[in-house]
């Protein structure tokens, strides 16, 4: 079992439309949480943390649930440049060392 | 504009060759990077951690003497790609962390493209 799975998608979506991410991870003894976003050939940047009150930036949602190891992403009112894969990143604990989902691919269209 | 820089950003060489990309943190001093790799389509895996003054940590698999890290300084850390071979084309990306803000950067990224 992967440490980090998502879905690859692609999720294709008119702009404007809401869109979820669902990530689940298998070492209970994670500690943090985060959702990057990379562009085609681009490296990694950080979208956002993932705290377990949920949070929210904007258009975003993030929501942790430690006791099914379950992430989540929201995106409202999807705009053309939100197009890029979103990449579900847990610390596994100390070290700094970042645990990669393999993505999910978003595509908003008009 | 970039907090941790990495040179070259593309890179072709030819199989049996050895290739050196660095990972400069700008503006601010990095105990620790880390070196990570992505195949197309993939996701990043960690190949190793490299620590200032001291050898790197290689996460399992990674061979240690085909992938060589320098970390001589707080601010740069180097992967050398030795005897290169087709295979190893990929997409290498470091990151440092700034412990003052808490925050993890990631470089650039390098295209290597073994011929």
């Known amino acids: 079992r992967k440490e980090v799975e998502q879905d690859p998608g692609p999720f294709n979506v008119p702009e404007g439309a809401t869109v979820a991410f669902n990530c689940t991870y298998s070492n209970s003894a994670s500690q943090s949480f985060f959702w990057y976003r990379q562009d085609c050939r681009k490296e990694p940047k950080l979208l956002m943390s993932?705290?377990?009150s949920g949070n929210e930036d904007g258009r975003f949602t993030a929501q942790l649930n430690r006791a099914s190891q379950y992430i989540s992403l929201l995106i409202r009112d999807s705009k053309l440049s939100d197009s890029a894969t979103y990449l579900c990143v847990v610390n596994r604990g100390g070290g700094n060392k970042l645990t990669f989902g393999t993505g999910t691919q978003l595509k908003v269209e008009l | 504009g970039a907090v941790v820089s990495q040179h070259p950003s593309r890179v072709i060489c030819k199989s049996g060759t050895s290739v050196k990309i660095e990972c400069r943190s700008l503006d601010f001093q990095a105990t620790t990077m880390f070196w990570y790799r992505q195949f197309p389509k993939k996701s990043l895996m960690l190949m190793a951690t490299s620590n200032e003054g001291s050898k790197a940590t290689y996460e399992q698999g990674v061979e240690k003497d085909k992938f060589l890290i320098n970390h001589a300084s707080l601010t740069l850390s180097t992967l050398t790609v030795t005897s290169a071979h087709p295979e190893d084309s990929s997409f290498y990306i470091c990151s440092a962390r700034d412990s003052l803000v808490d925050t993890i950067y990631f470089g650039e990224g390098s295209w290597l493209t073994v011929v």
């Open positions: 993932v705290y377990s």
